[in-house]
């Protein structure tokens, strides 16, 4: 078994996980975003394709399960539930699971979040949208806490926002370039796209990433871009990342892996 342990740099709060052993194969899974059914369809792929490989086997999924699609809720549900058989799984934190955390404990916050996909999340748990936004402050708060599930909050309360394994590591939107990684700021983690995007970030790691969409894998200079845009109607994507370093794709629209 691996060893999992966590670690946070001074003033940041979300913990960071280092795996002593990289697992023979990993797993990562592009925003998924209330797309349940394309997840699903991807966990399959993923199941059959790990069939013939023997050790250990772990699901990373990179943040944004929720806004946008249809099926946040029910999403969640299937998260907090067990990885598929044989596999270990951890969920890490996007900034659509921080903008829905603020939105709960400060509803006066909360209208970036439901122009950000966050009118799709609450139709997910049954509250009407048009007759959210009518709603006080007060009553708004009161709805949320009364409609979503204590044990949705706690599990998004708890993810980490980064793991590192071997040559690789794996976070929601990118790192500061030529900042360490224990120094990385958790805003970053989450919300960055430049220079992220367009400069090497210059530290001795692959940087595996989603948060910004695109119509199919980014491979660039220290890094694997893995959004690409389910709940806009692309496919779900994943990258698989064998012990020996080795990396292929597969995605909702084509399950086999492909280097």
């Known amino acids: ?36 059914d394309k997840l ?33 809720a029910q999403t969640l549900n299937h998260l907090i539930r067990r990885a598929p058989e044989g596999f270990k799984r951890i969920c890490l934190q ?7 955390q603020k939105a709960v404990e400060q ?14 999340t609450l139709t997910s748990y049954g509250i009407d949208g048009d007759a959210f936004r ?3 402050v007060r ?28 040559a690789f590591t794996f976070v929601h939107a990118g790192i500061r370039p030529k900042v360490s990684l224990e120094q990385q700021r958790d805003e970053d983690l989450i919300w960055i796209r430049e220079p992220f995007l367009s400069q090497p970030h210059g530290l001795p790691t692959t940087v595996v990433h989603g948060h910004t969409p695109m119509d199919a894998p980014s491979v660039a200079e220290g890094r694997i871009g ?28 084509a399950p086999k892996p492909a280097a």
């Open 1 to 36: 078994m691996f060893n999992i342990f966590g670690k946070r740099p001074p003033a940041e709060t979300a913990p960071r996980i280092h795996l002593e052993t990289q697992p023979d194969v990993i797993y990562a899974i592009g925003d998924i975003h209330g797309c349940l």
């Open 40 to 72: 699903k369809a991807l966990e399959a792929f993923i199941a059959e394709d790990a069939a013939s490989i023997d050790g250990e086997k772990l699901i990373i999924t990179l943040g944004d399960y929720i806004d946008r699609g249809p099926a946040s």
């Open 94 to 100: 996007g900034n659509h699971e921080v903008m829905f």
């Open 107 to 120: 509803p006066k916050s909360m209208g970036d979040w439901l122009e950000w996909g966050g009118r799709e």
């Open 134 to 136: 009518s709603m006080s």
């Open 139 to 166: 009553t708004r708060g009161q709805v949320m806490q009364s409609f979503i599930p204590e044990d949705h909050l706690d599990f998004l309360k708890s993810r980490p926002i980064m793991v590192t394994a071997g």
């Open 226 to 253: 893995i959004d690409t845009g389910a709940y806009a109607g692309g496919p779900l994507t994943a990258v698989k990342i064998l012990k020996s370093g080795a990396v292929s794709f597969m995605s909702t629209s």
